[in-house]
């Protein structure tokens, strides 16, 4: 059974830094896109970062750009996702997700065929 576990939220405070990692298990990661999405209590959950299967090409919500970066090593079958600067707004469950390499675009939420539970991250102001 595949399965994607996130881990490294938690609370901090506004201009800190978190790392969160998605360890994939049960499969090979290399043909798979991998993205981080975001959730916030009474909103839709939202793209926030994806990288292609061969972590060459990554793409960021206008909102993240320039203070998160999306990482993955597939001899590891782990991604990351480095948030600096954070802010409030950056508040959410965040999740890690998978889509297979060669269908549909990167940053739909629909595109993405498996998921993990999710991990909170709190920004305090």
């Known amino acids: 059974q595949v399965q994607l576990v996130e881990s490294g939220g938690g609370l901090v405070q506004a201009g800190d830094s978190l790392r969160l990692s998605c360890a994939v298990s049960g499969r090979t990661n290399s043909n798979y896109d991998m993205g981080w999405f975001r959730q916030a209590p009474g909103t839709e959950r939202e793209f926030v970062a994806a990288?292609?299967?061969?972590?060459?090409?990554?793409v960021y919500a206008d909102s993240v750009k320039g203070r998160f970066t999306i990482t993955r090593d597939n001899a590891k079958n782990t991604v990351s996702l480095q948030m600096n600067s954070l802010k409030p707004e950056d508040t959410a469950l965040y999740y890690c997700?998978?889509?297979?390499?060669?269908?549909?675009?990167?940053?739909?939420?629909?595109?993405?065929?498996?998921w993990g539970s999710g991990t909170q991250v709190t920004v305090s102001s």
């Open positions: 990288i292609e299967w061969s972590g060459t090409s990554t």
């Open positions: 997700a998978s889509k297979p390499y060669n269908i549909g675009g990167l940053i739909a939420v629909g595109q993405y065929d498996l």
